[in-house]
């Protein structure tokens, strides 16, 4: 899969389009300090729980989802964020279509 052109202006929402009934993926920027990776859900498209050994960053750029946190849901929307710590489970649930875009941090 290849990364989003560097030195350009990315307008991410844009960078993946939706597939009825899954979940695309594009990889924007890839190293080993981390990556960063668009994701397009489906309506009623899931990742079951698990967990990462490092942080990570949720950015909501379109539609809703449900992230439960160590069992705890929280409802985000467009312009929405949160962070995902390491090791924590979690699980995400497309609410409506949604486009999030995830930068991993490993440490």
Avoid: C, W
Wanted: glycine share 4%.
């Amino acid at each position: 899969m290849a990364t989003a052109p560097k030195s350009e202006i990315l307008h991410m929402v844009d960078l993946t389009d939706y597939n009825d009934g899954s979940i695309v993926s594009r990889q924007i920027t890839k190293a080993n300090s981390g990556n960063v990776t668009l994701f397009a859900f489906d309506q009623d498209q899931d990742l079951s729980e698990h967990a990462s050994p490092f942080d990570a960053l949720v950015h909501v750029l379109d539609g809703e989802a449900q992230i439960t946190l160590a069992e705890t849901p929280f409802h985000l929307k467009a312009g929405d964020a949160i962070i995902m710590p390491a090791n924590t489970p979690h699980t995400v649930k497309a609410l409506t279509r949604f486009k999030m875009l995830l930068t991993m941090i490993r440490k």
